[in-house]
């Protein structure tokens, strides 16, 4: 079944995190299938300025709102004025997340409770909200990531909370299927965005190693196949070969995944500690 253009001609689309990276290109992409989108984002500058700029291209067919979607209480009231203003949801994408990659034992339990909040309970509490809006044949996609389906080092707080994203949608999708909603997850490799260069700040060296040589997405690109996958109404979308890969190995030969990366860690760490004894003599 092949897509065709304006596939999405008049839906309306509420994407957190709308303000950047895949949120950013899944609205344009969006918007350019003839779609309307509501962009909901923390900080108000940038998500005024995206607004804007997106509006010169689609008059009309933009609006925005701040929230911080792991205030309840914050996310209920954007919700409503979006209803109000911009009509009740069609499709709804949760873009907004975060990430601080460290070693388990020095990652600051702030970040960890902060990426809990925005990723599980913001996740939560943006999807619930608006789905007291949403109508039979709408469509939800929460994001989680190829860390929600394999453990990276340097990732426990992260794998954590996008493993309870991936457990969230599978029920989800049980439950809303005999009101004809429809749940998608969508499971993005490392796609070359602001947060990701956020993270290479406290990423660990073996972190970096397990990675290899995996070639970054173009937030484009992921918005293609988040567009792609609701149309064909899959449930499981991951964009890319690789990380298509990556998924089957790790369902089918989850231990030969587990030793290649043990491998690769090693390998940094025998290097490392190479390193250190040419220095020394």
Known sequence: MSRSSGSFLGRLVYISGGSSGIGRAAAEAFLAEGASVALFARGTERLGAVGQALNVRYPKAVHTFRVDVSNRRDVDDAIGKAVTSAGAPDILV???GTAYPDYFQQLPFQEYQNMVDINITGTWNFVQSSLAHMSSGGHIVTV??????????????????KFAVMGFSEALRGELKPRGIGVSVLCPPDTD?????QEDRTKPPETRAVSGNVRLLSPNRVAAAL????????FLIIPGSEAK???????????????????????????????????QL
Not at 152 to 159: D, S
Not at 193 to 197: F, G
């Open 94 to 96: 949760t873009c907004a």
């Open 144 to 161: 989680s990531s190829v860390a929600g389906f394999v453990g990276t080092f340097g990732y426990t707080a992260y794998g954590a909370t």
């Open 193 to 197: 965005t602001p947060q990701l260069q």
């Open 227 to 234: 567009l792609e996958g609701i149309y064909k109404k899959k």
């Open 245 to 279: 890969m990556v998924y089957l190995l790790s369902r089918f030969c989850p231990g030969f995944v587990r030793s290649v990366m043990d491998r690769e860690v090693r390998r940094y760490q025998r290097q490392k500690q190479n390193d250190r004894k040419e220095d």
